[in-house]
C-alpha cells in the first residue's frame, strides 16, 4: 500500500502563488503515474495535472500555469501554482498509479486546502 502525503497548501490572494508537495512511502519514481487532482467547493473531482511514463497532461483550466514536477532528491511530486485566481480553490489531492500484472491501482492522499481569495 502506498501513502501519499501533501502538504503546501494555504490562503493566498488573487494573482499570488503556491507549491504544493506530494511525498510518498516508497520511491516516487516506482509509481508509473503521479499527478494532482482538485475538489472545487460544491463539485466533483477534477484533475489538474498528471505524469504518466514520460507524458505530461495538464487541464486547460492548469496550462500556462502550474507545473508538475518530480524531485528524486526530495522524493516528491510538486505543483507549482501561478497566477493562482479564487476558482483554483479547493482540496488538491495527490494521485499515484501502480500499474501491475493484476491490474491497475490508484492511491490517493488525504488533501490539502487552497483557498485563493480575490
Known amino acids: 500500500q502506498v501513502q501519499l502525503v501533501e502538504s503546501g497548501g494555504g490562503q493566498v490572494q488573487s494573482g499570488g502563488s503556491l507549491r504544493l508537495s506530494c511525498t510518498s512511502s516508497?520511491?516516487?519514481?516506482?509509481?508509473?503515474?503521479v499527478g494532482w487532482y482538485r475538489r472545487p467547493p460544491g463539485k466533483e473531482r477534477e484533475l489538474v495535472a498528471l505524469?504518466?511514463?514520460?507524458?505530461?497532461d495538464y487541464a486547460p483550466a492548469a496550462r500556462g500555469r502550474f507545473t508538475i514536477s518530480r524531485d528524486s532528491a526530495k522524493n516528491t511530486v510538486d505543483l507549482q501554482m501561478n497566477s493562482l485566481q479564487p476558482e483554483d480553490s479547493g482540496v488538491y489531492y495527490c494521485?499515484?498509479?501502480?500499474?501491475?500484472?493484476?491490474?491497475?491501482?490508484?492511491?490517493w492522499g488525504q488533501g490539502t486546502q487552497v483557498t485563493v481569495s480575490s
Open positions: 516508497g520511491s516516487i519514481f516506482s509509481l508509473n503515474g
Open positions: 494521485y499515484g498509479e501502480e500499474v501491475r500484472e493484476a491490474g491497475r491501482f490508484g492511491f
Open positions: 505524469i504518466f511514463g514520460r507524458s505530461v
